[in-house]
Nanobody
Framework: QVQLVESGGGLVQAGGSLRLSCAAS????????MGWFRQAPGKEREFVAT????????EYADSVKGRFTISRDNAKNTVYLQMNSLKPEDTAVYYC???????????????WGQGTQVTVSS
């Protein structure tokens, strides 16, 4: 069992930056691939970024490539999402998730956090 708690969301102006954190409980954090997803009002939850258990492989949605960076610190049981050059269309609830595979497929993730709100004003 893995419990995930996101933090770092908030209100930011367009062009600004935020860093999301996701703290995981359990001693097996380093065994899991981690992902970030987001869900805007009235829309489906969508893939944002994923990172392998070792941190050696990452993948991003086209919409955030070059602006967002996913990283992890296995010693701290934490995964991060650095978000730069934020746009109003990035406004959503951001969720972290843990699974066996670093994939873009939402269904492949077994554990989810409660989410943190990110609002980007124009």
């Amino acid at each position: 069992q893995v419990q995930l708690v996101e933090s770092g969301g908030g209100l930011v102006q367009a062009g600004g930056s935020l860093r999301l954190s996701c703290a995981a409980s359990g001693r097996t954090f380093s065994s899991y691939a981690m992902g970030w997803f987001r869900q805007a009002p009235g829309k489906e939850r969508e893939f944002v970024a994923t990172i392998s258990w070792s941190g050696g492989r990452t993948e991003y949605a086209d919409s955030v490539k070059g602006r967002f960076t996913i990283s992890r610190d296995n010693a701290k049981n934490t995964v991060y999402l650095q978000m730069n050059s934020l746009k109003p269309e990035d406004t959503a609830v951001y969720y972290c998730a843990a699974g066996l595979y670093d994939t873009t497929w939402r269904a492949q993730y077994d554990y989810w956090g409660q989410g943190t709100q990110v609002t980007v004003s124009s």
